[in-house]
């Protein structure tokens, strides 16, 4: 397939003039448009009020003053607050580039005197990033509902999403939905080339202004761009069919829309245009299918939760599960569960569309009838990591993992579902990557599990409860203090073991000398420890001890 190379396309940033993009980067890095120079210049408490979308403390610290007198104060009133600002004050702060340059860059035009932003403007900054990343104007910079075609700026969703990708280094990457190219910017660091495709022409042209925009910070050569990326236009996977990646990431317009909505009312940044979740499953199927065998997916996505025909809630767990293909591992998390309700609450919020309200109106009603036609409870959202598994490792169909029971549901293959609502630590990626590890080890010493040596997680620690005046402890619990921040309720011969887990005795040494020291253990007592260890490496309270 043709790569998208439309330096030129109506209504967005314009990518076509290579000198004028530079001369622009030059003034931007000259202005300290950064996101530690927005901070300085609007201090503590008016940036802060701006990452929850309030301008007005900006707009007073950008009104007057010192701050107020500053170039860097055009850049941020125009870009950041969506306010007109005067030619002369634009031309000082941008002398490379020029006013006239501005515009015709598609990022100002006039409105009465004055000049005012066309796109949102903005730094971005990660651990190993520092860019300009370029949308369309959000909610609260500009009147009225959202324009359809809407081409979305950096959201807590693509956070996410690049906090939970795993960043080993591939060939092969692919950015399935890219919308203005966030994820881009994080793969370029650990793919060698990067292929980037949606369904809109707007938010294709956005990532190429921004990639080229960026071109120095990236390691790009602007006039080789398709060398690291290549951009493609259409919908799904059908841009990408016949080729394989070694990873794949998504943040696809997983927004459950109301199948009343006609074409021309729905937001192509976060409606798929299929009813229900039929989007994410369509993608949990299909993307094994361009994964190369041992390559990995992570995407975002809802699901439904719907009611059986006795009325009572379906296992989210349930829903997904069917949509996996035999030879795809699967890790689901389910991060949130909302009522139909508090999702059109959310979702109508999300593109303004509560300033309408007639139209609001008829939207949540359409929401909940919609919902109530397929008998859903609630809406599931979490994160999606999925492996196309290599060798003749096949799932036999049994229940899913949810976090307890054996570490090898399926004979091996890792499919594991839980729900984690409260805070874990970001980055969550390196953790999960960690954890396959983990499940990969198990599985590879399945056979000789009892001969292996094991030590605590150097950020567990052991928590114990006991009644005054008790002889033991009548609760004792483990925690993690980094990655998914579990908590494990120990029996105490569990709770013993780790104790005695110091890298130095054998898991099979440690079972049986527990096992004599248990009165009446049970026929099946070392059968249950074992897996119960198993479990605690599974889930990363205990790790392989150094050889």
Do not use: K
């Amino acid at each position: 397939m043709t790569d998208f190379n439309a330096g030129q396309t109506p209504d967005a940033p314009q990518s076509h003039d290579l000198p004028l993009l530079a001369a622009l980067a030059e003034d931007l890095d000259r202005l300290n448009y950064t996101v530690d120079g927005v901070a300085a210049l609007l201090g503590a408490e008016a940036y802060e009020a701006l990452g929850r979308d309030q301008l007005v403390p900006a707009l007073l610290a950008t009104a007057r003053g010192p701050a107020g007198g500053q170039p860097l104060a055009a850049a941020v009133r125009l870009w950041l607050l969506g306010r007109p600002v005067a030619p002369e004050d634009l031309a000082a702060a941008f002398p490379a580039t020029g006013v006239a340059g501005l515009q015709a860059l598609g990022l100002v035009g006039p409105q009465g005197g004055l000049l005012a932003a066309l796109a949102d403007l903005r730094p971005y900054a990660s651990e190993d990033l520092d860019l300009w990343v370029a949308s369309d104007l959000g909610a609260h910079q500009r009147p009225g509902v959202l324009r359809h075609d809407h081409v979305l700026g950096i959201g807590q969703a693509s956070l996410t999403l690049a906090q939970l990708t795993v960043r080993a280094p591939v060939e092969r990457a692919l950015d399935l939905g890219t919308g203005c190219g966030i994820q881009i910017f994080h793969l370029l660091g650990h793919a060698r080339h990067v292929t980037a495709t949606d369904i809109s022409v707007r938010a294709l042209a956005f990532t190429r202004f921004n990639l080229l925009l960026n071109a120095g910070r990236l390691g790009l050569d602007p006039g080789r761009l398709q060398d690291r990326v290549s951009l493609r236009l259409g919908s799904l996977l059908e841009p990408v069919a016949g080729e394989q990646f070694d990873l794949v990431v998504s943040n696809p317009p997983f927004v459950i829309t109301p199948r009343s909505a006609a074409d021309t009312e729905q937001f192509t940044y976060r409606d798929g245009g299929l009813p229900g979740d039929e989007i994410v499953a369509r993608l949990v199927a299909g993307l094994p299918q361009v994964l190369l065998p041992g390559g990995t997916a992570q995407l975002l996505g809802n699901w439904e939760i719907r009611r059986d025909g006795s009325g009572a809630d379906e296992p989210w767990q349930q829903r997904i599960e069917g949509w996996l293909s035999p030879d795809t591992e699967a890790w689901i998390i389910q991060r949130e569960r909302l009522s139909p309700a508090q999702y059109a609450e959310t979702w109508l919020r999300d593109a303004a569309e509560n300033r309408d309200a007639g139209h609001y109106e008829r939207a949540y009603a359409a929401y909940l009838e919609d919902f109530a036609s397929r008998q859903v409870a609630g809406i599931g959202f979490g994160m999606i990591w999925l492996r196309r598994a290599a060798g003749n490792l096949a799932h036999d169909g049994g229940s899913p993992a949810g976090g307890a029971g054996s570490v090898f549901p399926g004979g091996g293959l890792l499919r594991r579902f839980e729900e984690i609502t409260y805070p874990i630590e970001q980055p969550i990626g390196p953790h999960l990557a960690a954890a396959v590890e983990r499940h990969d080890w198990l599985r590879a010493h399945a056979a000789d599990f009892g001969q292996q040596h094991l030590q605590p997680a150097p950020d567990v620690t052991e928590e114990r409860h006991q009644r005054p005046g008790a002889e033991h402890p009548g609760v004792i619990l483990l925690r993690q203090g980094a990655g998914l921040r579990r908590t494990s309720l120990m029996s105490s011969e569990l709770a013993g073991f780790v104790s005695a887990s110091d890298g130095e005795l054998a898991v099979g040494t440690l079972v049986a000398a527990l096992e004599t020291l248990i009165e009446e253990p049970g026929a099946d007592f070392a059968a249950r420890l074992t897996e119960q260890v198993r479990n605690l490496v599974a889930d990363g309270y205990l790790i392989p001890a150094p050889e």
